[in-house]
């Protein structure tokens, strides 16, 4: 397991939830695992996650559809799971995530990968 942080600016809470999907999603598609388990408080990010129709954040949605594209591509056995953990569960692992990602204060630049409008 690996952990890393990238700024995202002013986002909404969708939008960071969508974000934190594609990195995840990015970073384990890099590796030759059989599956991908994904653990948010936000089955409607999950779900936009997969869904490359025109809405906010879409440029995290198309980034997350082409990384698996490429998963999937000639491997029927490779999976990915939403797993669906409400923030008031305070499961162990998820809550340390959550606390770690929005306990970091950086100062986002000129360019973050996501905005108030979305990306």
Not at 4 to 20: C, D, R, T, V
Not at 41 to 46: E, I, W
Not at 60 to 69: D, E, G, K, T
Request: contains cysteine; positive net charge.
């Amino acid at each position: 397991m690996s952990s890393s942080k990238m700024p995202a600016g002013q986002a909404i809470a969708l939008n960071a939830e969508l974000f934190a999907i594609r990195l995840g999603v990015v970073k384990a598609t890099s590796f030759d695992v059989k599956r991908i388990i994904i653990i948010t408080d936000s089955l409607t990010a999950a779900r936009r996650a997969v869904d490359a129709s025109v809405h906010l954040g879409q440029a995290h949605s198309l980034a997350i559809v082409q990384a698996l594209r490429g998963f999937f591509t000639n491997c029927p056995d490779r999976s990915i799971h939403f797993w669906d953990c409400p923030s008031k569960a305070q499961w162990s692992l998820h809550f340390l995530a959550h606390e770690d990602a929005t306990s970091t204060k950086i100062a986002a630049g000129h360019h973050p990968a996501t905005s108030l409008l979305g990306t």
